[in-house]
Each structure stands twice: as C-alpha cells, then as structure tokens.
C-alpha cells in the first residue's frame, strides 16, 4: 500500500510540473506576442482551484490530471469585442502562431536540459561497467568479450557506469551498426572490441538489451542471507525470516544467494525443500515460489531480498559529476541524445522494425515514477527529463489536437497562402481523436500486460 501510494504522488507530482511547464511555454510566447490567455488550467475536468489574475487570465487546477491547455482569445471560439481583435490568436501572422504552437515542446527539451543539468551537477551515483559472464555464441562473444572486462568507451562516449554504458550501447543498436568498444581486460591491459548490431538482435528486447547482447554485469558474491521478505509473500507463507541463511535446496547445498535464485526462478509453482541455518540451529521449511511470467517465461518468485554486507559494493561504486559549465554542456547533448533515440524508436515501431510493446502508459510511469522518487533526488530528476522528452517528441508529431498537427495546418496554410477549411480541419481532428485514442489503448494494454505477467 505504501509503494502504491508513493507511486500515485509521485506520479501527480511528474504529470503536474510537466504539464506546467509545456503549457506555461505557450502561455509565455502567447503573452510576448500580443495574445490574450484566457485560461492557464493544469489538469481537464471540474476545477480544483481556480483563480483570476491581475492580467484577466483564470488559472485553474483541475481534478484530472492527465494534461492540462492554454485557452487563448480566438473569433474561432467565441465573439470578441472588437477593441480586442488585434488580442485574437487568429488575427496573428502564420509566422506568431507557429511559434506559439511550438513553445510548448520547445520548453519540455528546455526542461530536460535543466533537469540533465542538475543531475549531472549533483552527480550520478552508479557502478562500474565489469562484465561478469558472457553468454556463448552471443553477440558480444563473437566480439571478444571476456568476463573482468571492464567497459571505458563505447564509440566516443565515455562509460564511467552502467547506466552511461547501457545507453551508449542502446544508441548504437538503433543505428543498426558495428561499434567499438574500448575495455581494460582483467589483467590491466586496453583492448578494442568492435560489437556487431547490425543484425538487430539488440533490438529484439530494447528493455533487456544487455541480455539480448549476451553481456551480464559483474555482482559479487552474496552469501545467501535473507535480508528482508515481502508481507503475504511466499517466503513469508514457508517461515522464512530476516536472517536466515539458505543451506541447502532439495538437499543440494547452496553456494551463494545467486545460486539460490536460479533455483527459485527455474521452480515457478513446484515445492522446493529448503535447509536453513537460524540462530545457529537448522530447520527444514517447505517452500512453494509463486508463478510470474506466462508461456516459455514463467519463472519462480518468492519476495525475499539478500543481506549485502556492508562496504562490499564501495569498489565497484561511481559518482559521475561535472562542474557547472561541463554539467550543461552534458546537459544539453543528452537531451539530444534522448531526442533522437526516441524519434528512431517511435518510427522503427511504426516501420515495423521494434515491438509495439515498448509503449508505456499511465500505470507504467507512476510505477517508475514511485520507484525513482524512492531513490532520491537525482533520479527522480533523470525520469523527469526522461519523460519530458517524450512529451515534446509525441507533441511535434503531425497528428491533428496534437502541436504537431496545429503546426501542420499553419504549414499548410503558409504554402497555400489561406487556412485549411472548416470541414477539413473537422475531419482532421476526428482522424486524431482515432489515432489518440488507439495510442492511449494501446499503451494502457501493455500496462495492463506488464502487471497481470
């Protein structure tokens, strides 16, 4: 209940400042422009809040927060006094309304790139990039790797940490190309492996690309104590308790805790007869993992977490930190990077190249929102710019009742020198209202997915 309830504020709280910010980067063009604003509302539906300023504009909290919009002064929508024409978002210039269209997606890659900022100012805790195993016949077999191998460079990035590695890697395998990765080998030496994704078999599983590579990261070996169990799990269900140790499984002794899941994992619904250290006596408990997964992906889960003893991960630990200067600078060319890193994932999937699957909806994002507001500050931020990303990339797509689709119409109208007609702009917006509502069902389906497999 706790982790549910975090996931929704957290998920409030993401959705609002996003929304502001799109919303607040017309309102700001508009005003520059000459423009009346109406209303400024953060959220659809019955107002929360409501209050007027001094400028006449109504600014609204509304109670669904799932977008909010910019009602501005428009003959379009309504008669306007005729000492206010020169005020109407109609009476302006293609060239005006064009710019007030685009400022909302212009300032959520302004955000992201503040966000970055700040995140890389703060600095980003991670791990080294060490290969721990390297499936056979895989695509980072054939290229050499080795386990000890530690990850410096992957083109002209540098990888400090997984995260920066995963996603240098990620952006290769959309182009669909062969790249070198510079490594330190376990005995101290540099080494070039060129990694070869032409083939996409990277892209078969963008949310598990280091697995589709046939790279594991390096973990070390945990002794296998149970830290903590989930309430209701079935760790609790068999007695399992916070300090136990696993000896044994079916009478087969336990060398560490990842050999322990692997036993878990390969024994979804099958009763597994556990020895048990616990204050210094053994115990025997049967224990039954719980069924996750569907088909050929089922695997086993019990909800217990591994003690880690204290100080074994600090060597393998990194801080990622930039001064202010260097700090923008990263800022600005990840905002970039994640531009276009979702421009090709969004058309690789309309092309048919990447799943659908990949789409993620409302219940998706207050999962992740929960889960990286749970982790502090920096990565909350980095889901936020994250997510403001996609916000301005969806928003620029050519989709009448999205910006992109306004920016369309006043292209449109530019080279036609007058406006689309009433009725074409009428079919246009039902066309959208279609293609949203088949996008939103869409990415709630897999959500749906993801939750019940």
Known sequence: MGDALLSLLSFIVAIGVLVTVHEFGHFWVARRAGVRVLRFSVGFGRPLWRREGRDGTEYVIAAIPLG????????????VPPAELDRAFNRKGVGTRMAIVAAGPAFNFLFAVLAYWAVFGLGVPGVKPVVGEVRPASPAAMAGFRPGDEILRVGDERTPSW????????????????????????????????????????????????EALGLRPWRPSLPPVIDAVEPDGPAVAAGLRPGDRVRAVDGRPVEDWEDFVRVVRASPGRALRLEIERGGRRLEVRLVPEVRGDGERRFGYIGARVRVPEGLLEPQRVVVRYGPLAALGEGIGRTWDMTVLTVRMLWRMVVGEASVRHLSGPLSIAQYAGQTASMGLVSFLSFLAVISVSLGVINLLPVPLLDGGHLLYCAVEAVRGRPLSERAQALGQRVGIALLALLMGLALYNDLARLLG
């Open 163 to 210: 995260q920066l590695a995963a996603f240098a890697l990620l952006d290769a395998a959309t182009e669909r190309r062969v790249v070198e990765v510079e490594v330190r080998t376990r005995e101290g030496g540099r080494a070039l492996r060129r990694l070869d994704l032409t083939g996409g078999e990277a892209l078969a599983e963008s949310g598990r690309l280091l």
């Open 68 to 79: 909010g919009y910019v009602k501005m002064l428009d003959e379009r929508e309504g008669v």
